[in-house]
C-alpha cells in the first residue's frame, strides 16, 4: 500500500490497517518458521507497508500537535 493511499484513510481505518497487517505479518513469520512460506519477500514489504503507515500517523500525530501549540 502507498502512503499516499494511507493518507487518503482517516486515523481509526489506518489503525485498522495496521492491526490487519499485523495479524498477517505474524502468519508470515509461522509459515516461514515452519518452512511453508513460498514467497519470502511478502515479510519484507508487510513490514514496510506497517512501517508506511506507522509514520502517516505519527505525521498525523505531529501537525495535530502543531496545531494545537498556535
Known amino acids: 500500500m502507498k502512503a499516499d493511499d494511507l493518507r487518503a484513510l482517516?486515523?481509526?481505518q489506518v489503525e485498522l490497517r495496521i492491526r490487519?497487517?499485523?495479524r498477517e505479518f505474524f502468519g508470515l513469520r509461522m509459515q516461514h518458521h515452519s518452512g511453508q512460506l513460498t514467497n519470502t519477500n511478502r515479510l519484507k514489504d508487510i513490514?514496510?507497508?506497517i512501517a508506511?503507515?506507522?509514520t502517516v500517523l505519527s505525521e498525523r500525530d505531529k501537525n495535530e500537535?502543531?496545531?494545537?501549540?498556535?
Open 20 to 22: 490487519e497487517m499485523k
Open 65 to 70: 500537535a502543531a496545531e494545537a501549540a498556535r
Open 52 to 54: 508506511r503507515a506507522m
Open 10 to 12: 482517516d486515523s481509526e
Open 47 to 49: 513490514k514496510r507497508d
